[in-house]
């Protein structure tokens, strides 16, 4: 019985971890789409994008642990490397590089200090409570 409710537990947090996160996608790809200049998606798109990126950890769960998240990994990496070039080619590279080095030496700087508060942007630690209910729900996943 013990290990039946360790099970359902377990069953559960990966399904609210996965909800979650599947929301936080869908909220991201509708602030992109919009920062990009894209009408406003409705609940039809986005149910599209959800299915579409549902398919896709349907496929990659159902294949063997290693072979499926390492296609995965590889598609991702081949993305990320691409976009990389395409920026560094054809964009500000130097404004991008100067940014990356004065962004770099602020973490560096600020980052003892901001490693012991709860409030890294001052004022009533709004941010704390909005991302609470989301890193739970991935720290359960």
């Avoid at 406003?40 to 496929?59: D, F, K, N, Q």
């Avoid at 294949?63 to 990994?73: C, D, E, Q």
């Avoid at 700087?109 to 991935?138: E, I, K, M, Y």
């Amino acid at each position: 019985m013990v290990r039946t409710m360790a099970d359902s537990v377990g069953i559960l947090a990966v399904l609210f971890g996965l909800a979650g996160t599947l929301a936080m996608g869908m909220l991201a790809i509708r602030s992109g789409l919009g920062a990009l200049g894209a009408p406003p998606a409705g609940a039809a798109a986005l149910l599209v994008w959800l299915a579409t990126i549902g398919a896709i950890a349907l496929a990659s769960a159902a294949t063997p642990l290693g072979r499926g998240i390492r296609i995965l990994s590889d598609i991702n990496i081949v993305l990320a490397l691409g976009l990389m070039a395409y920026v560094l080619l054809f964009g500000p590279s130097a404004g991008l590089m100067a940014g990356f080095a004065r962004a770099l030496a602020d973490c560096l700087v600020a980052l003892p200090g901001l490693s012991v508060t709860l409030r890294p942007f001052g004022g009533d630690g709004q941010w704390t409570r909005d991302w609470t209910l989301t890193c739970f729900l991935w720290w359960l996943a």
